[in-house]
């Protein structure tokens, strides 16, 4: 469903620990998957993104998983750096009703040094 | 510049007083969304414009609120008789057709006192 301004979980992590952030979307008609990255003070700005014909795709230090089956996504980032803390969005694109991008709720993920 | 910019940065306003806040998407881009952030939360839809179809409205949380585009471009997001539960950061974001990225602005940040 849509983001209506819920509490955001946090993971916290330990800097040089890989940090795993789940995500469950809602539409079994999404083809279109990218996760989102909110520093403080600005807007999201993309990561990286999956098609629903992958299942994984690696960027530097990223890795998004897609499992249809069960409608959930995940973004995984190698060696968390301090500079890795933020708020993490999924976002999904169904490719019926006008193509509108659904945010999920959003994780916080604060990285120790 | 080449990305999408927001104004003003900052409003504060009287509460009872409407307000304009102005989105210039990227060029070419014919989608574009409004979200409402408070504090520490996530991402709430407003509405959004794609093409010259009918823009969806169905985050807009009362008919104070209101937003139009104009020649597929600009969009104003205009909220009438301002209340202190208005107070939030207004994202606005733009991206092509068929679901590709969003780009976000910066955000007009809204404060109702």
């Known amino acids: 469903g849509e983001s209506v301004g819920l509490h955001l979980p946090t993971l916290s992590v330990q800097e040089g620990d890989n940090s795993i952030i789940n995500c469950a979307y809602s539409n079994s008609a999404s083809d279109y998957f990218i996760w989102y990255k909110q520093e403080s003070g600005k807007g999201p700005q993309f990561i990286i993104d999956?098609?629903?014909?992958?299942d994984k795709r690696q960027g530097q230090r990223v890795t998004v998983l897609l499992n249809k089956t069960v409608k959930h996504l995940s973004l995984q980032i190698a060696a968390t750096q301090p500079g890795d803390s933020a708020v993490y969005f999924c976002a999904e694109t169904p490719n019926t009703g006008g193509f509108k991008t659904i945010f999920g709720a959003g994780t916080r993920l604060f990285v120790k040094a | 510049g080449a990305g999408v910019s927001q104004s003003p940065s900052n409003k504060v306003t009287e509460k009872g007083k409407d307000v304009e806040l102005r989105c210039d998407p990227i060029s070419g881009h014919t989608a574009l969304y409004w979200y409402r952030q408070s504090l520490g939360q996530g991402l709430e839809f407003l509405i959004y414009f794609q093409g010259n179809s009918a823009p969806d409205k169905s985050g807009l949380p009362s008919d104070r609120f209101s937003a139009e585009r104009t020649g597929g471009s600009v969009s104003t997001l205009t909220i009438q008789r301002t209340q202190q539960e208005d107070s939030a950061v207004y994202l606005c974001a733009s991206s092509s057709r068929q679901g590709a990225e969003a780009f976000f602005g910066q955000g007009t940040r809204l404060t109702v006192v």
């Open positions: 999956i098609r629903s014909n992958m």
